[in-house]
C-alpha cells in the first residue's frame, strides 16, 4: 500500500517565476492538505481540498492556489515566486470524516533565488 | 480558534532516562490531539493521536501521552530514552467543529537530543 507521495523531490526557482508541485494520496483517501515548513518552523496550514473543492484556507495569499482531480491528487501552484517562499512543502492526506489524522508525503524542497 | 505551544524548543536526555516534552493547547472546541516526529530530512511521521476515547494515549515506539483538559496540556513521555529517538517532535491541535475543521495547527517544534 503506497503512502502519500509528491513530486519533485527538489525545485530551485528564480524569483517571479511560477511552480507547480504534486501530491498522490494513501490509497482509499479523499482529502488533501497542503502546508508550508519553513526553516527551524513548524509547518503551516495552507488549504485543503476535498470533493476537488478547497474547504479550508489557511493565511496564505491568492498566489498560493491548488487543484484536486478525480482520483483524489492535488497540485499546488505558487505564482510570482518570492525569496521568502523557499520552504519544505508537505502534502497530508486523510479519509474525510472519519478521524482527524493526517498522513505526510516526504515533501518538496523549494528554493528560490 | 486554536493553537499550541510547545513548552520547550530544545530537551537534552541521556540514553535510558525518561523524555518529557510538554505542550499546552487553546481550542474552541472539543479537540483532536496529536503528536508527530520528523527526522531530519523525512516527512512527518504520526506517533500517537487522541480523539475523546481514553485520556492516556499509548503511540508508537513507546510514547504516551496524557490529554489533561483541566490544564490544557498533552505531554508527550517515554519511560526510557533511545539514540534513534532523536529528532524533532511537533503538537498537533486540530477543531472538530466550528471554522477550523479539518486544518491542522503545529506547535513550533521540540528537538529532542540523545546523549550516549
Known amino acids: 500500500d503506497a503512502g502519500v507521495t509528491q513530486s519533485p523531490t527538489h525545485l530551485i526557482k528564480t524569483r517571479g517565476q511560477q511552480v507547480t508541485l504534486r501530491c498522490s494520496p494513501k490509497s482509499g483517501h479523499d482529502t488533501v492538505s497542503w502546508y508550508q515548513q519553513a526553516l527551524g518552523q513548524g509547518p503551516q496550514f495552507i488549504f485543503q481540498y476535498y470533493e476537488e473543492e478547497e474547504r479550508q484556507r489557511g493565511n496564505f495569499p491568492d498566489r498560493f492556489s491548488g487543484h484536486q482531480f478525480p482520483n483524489y491528487s492535488s497540485e499546488l501552484n505558487v505564482n510570482a515566486l518570492l525569496l521568502g517562499d523557499s520552504a519544505l512543502y508537505l502534502c497530508?492526506?486523510?479519509?474525510?470524516?472519519?478521524?482527524?489524522?493526517?498522513?505526510f508525503g516526504p515533501g518538496t524542497r523549494l528554493t528560490v533565488t | 480558534a486554536q493553537s499550541v505551544t510547545q513548552l520547550d524548543s530544545h530537551v537534552s536526555v541521556s540514553e535510558g532516562t525518561p523524555v518529557l516534552l510538554r505542550c499546552n493547547y487553546s481550542?474552541?472546541?472539543?479537540?483532536?490531539l496529536f503528536w508527530y516526529v520528523q527526522h531530519p530530512n523525512k516527512g512527518l511521521q504520526l506517533l500517537l493521536k487522541?480523539?475523546?476515547?481514553?485520556?492516556l494515549v499509548k503511540g508508537i515506539n513507546g510514547f504516551e501521552a496524557e490529554f489533561k483538559k483541566s490544564e490544557t496540556s498533552f505531554h508527550l513521555t517515554k519511560p526510557s530514552a533511545h539514540m534513534s529517538d532523536a529528532a524533532e517532535y511537533f503538537c498537533?491541535?486540530?477543531?472538530?467543529?466550528?471554522?477550523?475543521?479539518?486544518?491542522?495547527?503545529f506547535g513550533q517544534g521540540t528537538i529532542l537530543t540523545v546523549h550516549p
Open positions: 498537533v491541535v486540530s477543531d472538530r467543529g466550528g471554522t477550523s475543521y479539518g486544518k491542522l495547527t
Open positions: 481550542s474552541s472546541y472539543s479537540p483532536s
Open positions: 487522541y480523539t475523546s476515547a481514553a485520556t
Open positions: 497530508a492526506s486523510s479519509l474525510s470524516f472519519v478521524g482527524y489524522e493526517q498522513y
